[in-house]
RNA sequence: GACCCCAUCGUCUAGUCGGCCUAGGACACAGGGUUUUCAUCCCUGCAACAGGGGUUCGAAUCCCCUUGGGGUCGCCA
């Protein structure tokens, strides 16, 4: 592990103009994991000097995401627009060295102050890209001060992360060109220049920088769709990081053992939906069934109602789909038949499952054979079934196939004699009786047509 | 366009100072097994060092060029 002198501090700086992003939430990460892995604090600083596009609602959900997400922070929230006479005694003291001026250019009420930057060469040594050189001769003097009296982005950003202590500056690779354009700024102000670490950007499919256009992209977004906050960190760690060995799930405590700003990728990645889908299957199946309902309940009321708190059979119907859901919302579509009568039929099961002449028979003959049962668990109307199967000598799959479709509307779900012990006989009967009907209402009038 | 960054399977990546790489893992995909279905699980398969020059006994690993992609060029952050 890399030794550092000073204590290290870290800080996450987003503007409050939209939701978390989740190319964001990945630097906040970054950002967590190192002050973890080097005993460090994480420093949490809002930089809202553009007061026309940022908000407080921005700036409480960003705090929400990151809560959600479990990265803490040990400083902070800073406010930028709360501290802006600070700004301006430096940009004073860089005025009294005849290193900025004002701009003769009359916008606002304010007049601006503009930094000259020196025409040399820049090296930056980053952690992540090693030496980058630029040539300072090539762009224009710095505006630090705007005429509506708050600083710039790249002022106040160096005044802060100088008197906040900040040792390693860990942000988006969006930010290189800055970075020359900064490092001035800290020499002129006598500022010790930080290390630097420009963290490869999120690209979505298409390979450009990943956007709204590529659909979801807030952090909010994954939660309501029902990712679990540690799959989401585990995934984000692997998206331009790894630990060097093949491993691919890890938790919080081994992400931060493993982890290093060296062993950061210099190479933009795509965000990858499936996986991260799957590596939420693994942690809904991995939870302990308590934690999992915890998570679910709340995907499950919105879908069903309140009442489903109250279902006899609750924790043995979460227990069945527990390891079939890969995001939480999914728990609606897959649930619902428990909850409610009224359920739709898809088309094609019961096409290929419950139209054949047979069907009808069958569901009759276990309809008798279930309504004698005075036990109604799975392991006894499985015994029913497989009797039925012995005595019409037919396979399991016959009577299995239409009474999953009679009893849920689909092909798919738990095992069928699970869902019978959960439904319980009087819906069981009483749904297999409503296939056969439907069954025949559509028959007669398929005979008539000839087919 | 200028400046900067980057370049291994479709995707995320391993490949630490060049040899152990006929390039490893994961997701996805395809096939098979288990299963009443789906999912899980197990097995198998598919699939990559962008191209061209060097350097070297030897290069995915170093250098250069080309090509391709990305980022930044605001009194936004």
Redesign the pocket.
Known sequence: MTQHNDPVRVRFAP?PTGYLHIGGARTALFNWLFAHANNGKMILRI?D??RE?STLEDVDRIIESLKWLGLNWDEGPFFQSERKELYREYAQKLIDQGLAYY?D?Q??EHQ?IIFSIPNEKVVIDDII??P????NS?IKDL?IF???G?P???FACVVDDALMGITHIIRG??????TPKQIPLYKALGFPVPKFAHV??I?GKD???LSKRHGATSVQSYQEEGFLPDALVNFLA???W?P???R?LMNRKELISLFSLE?I??????F?D??LR?MN?VYI?ESSYNDYKSLVMPFLKSAVGDDCEKHPELDYILSLLQ??LKVLNEISEQSSFFFTDDFEYDEKSVAKRLLKPEVPEILSNLIHKLAVLEEFTDKTTENAARELVEEMGIS??AV??PV?VALTGV????????IMQALGKEKCLIRIQNAIDLINSRSSSSVDMGK
Request: no cysteine; aromatic share 6%; charged share 35%.
């Open positions: 503007s930089e000097t553009d596009r701009s250019e916008r606002g601006a890209h090693g980058m050189e630029f040539d090539l505006v705007k005429s509506d708050f710039t982005y790249n690779d969006d930010h290189i060109s800055n490869p950007l690209l390979k450009s920088r692997l998206l331009g790894s060097g060995d093949n691919e062993r990728s210099s190479k933009n990645s795509v990858d499936e996986k799957w299957s199946r390891e079939r399991g799959g299995i196939h999953r092909m798919t779900g738990p095992g069928l004699f699970e």
